[in-house]
């Protein structure tokens, strides 16, 4: 899956595991760098276990929270140009392959 970010706080707190410590405790830290192989490792969100994933909405749009162990989520939306859709409306996120990660445990 491809990831991009709502904020530089963002993309840094994922990709630097010191930074991730400046604004989380070791537990969530961890829990977090472990999610984020996940979802990169994945294909799709067909990938993800339907267990850790809330569907929410987000200043309007489809929001997706993948739960932490720790009680924190990841926070996304999809990231594609042209949304897949289902024929009932609504985001067909069994399709969506990049997403935009817009918060973290509260941080946007």
């Not at 991730?20 to 990169?40: G, K």
């Not at 993948?66 to 990231?79: D, E, H, R, V």
């Amino acid at each position: 899956m491809e990831l991009s970010f709502s904020t530089t706080l963002l993309r840094s707190i994922c990709e630097h595991e010191k930074i991730a410590h400046q604004h989380f405790d070791q537990e969530v830290a961890r829990e977090l760098r472990a999610r984020i192989a996940d979802m990169v490792a994945a294909e799709s969100l067909a990938d993800i276990p339907d267990l850790l994933l809330t569907s929410s909405i987000h200043k309007g749009q489809e929001c997706i929270l993948l739960q932490l162990p720790s009680g924190k989520s990841i926070n996304f939306i999809a990231g594609h140009t042209k949304l897949p859709i289902l024929k009932a409306g609504g985001v067909d996120w069994s399709k969506v392959y990049r997403v935009k990660i817009i918060e973290i445990g509260g941080l946007s």
